[in-house]
């Protein structure tokens, strides 16, 4: 494939991968009124990992310690999760499903699957296996993307993060 093709099938997928937000926000739709995306990420999280301290699982859902905060709150409040003091470090706290946690996790996942079959119900199982599959090698070539190092080189910074030049070593 030459350049100019392969930058007409870059642009494509940049638009195809915009238009992402239509989808997750129908698979939103599928969610329980008592258990919003947000409240959704964090069971879904801490039942992939395992049990962890509020600011890994801030760096996990990407985003800043007070988002993080309201979604541990409304899950807590629900029993979903317990806010155990951390041995290591008794400031923190150390987050973990309950049974409850556990059962309204399978509650999602299984709403989250009959979404899915409803929306591509006249796919093959061939094609969604290779959907899931390229994704899952998107994502991988992305690798965490989350921490600045991954940034492109002359890529925007954002305002508070230290530039190359100001940044000093680990």
């Known amino acids: 494939m030459d350049a100019m093709a392969a930058q007409r099938e870059y642009a494509e997928l940049a638009r195809q991968l915009s238009a992402i937000g239509a989808v997750k926000r129908g698979l939103g739709r599928g969610l329980p009124a008592d258990c919003p995306s947000g409240s959704a990420a964090v069971l879904t999280l801490l039942q992939r990992h395992g049990e962890m301290r509020m600011s890994r699982l801030a760096e996990l859902l990407a985003v800043d310690m007070s988002v993080t905060s309201r979604h541990v709150a409304h899950v807590a409040e629900r029993g979903w999760i317990d806010r155990a003091p951390d041995p290591a470090d008794k ?17 999602l996942s299984e709403l989250s699957i009959a979404t899915l079959a409803h929306y591509l119900h006249d796919w093959s199982d061939a094609d969604v296996g290779r959907l899931s599959s ?23 910074h954002a305002p508070d993060e230290p530039t190359e030049t100001t940044r000093t070593p680990a």
Request: hydrophobic fraction near 40%; proline fraction near 8%.
């Open 91 to 107: 400031r923190s706290r150390i987050l973990r499903l309950t049974p409850a946690g556990e059962a309204k996790f399978e509650e």
């Open 134 to 156: 390229l994704l899952a090698r998107l994502r991988a070539g992305f690798g965490d993307c989350r921490a600045a190092s991954a940034r492109l080189p002359g890529a925007p």
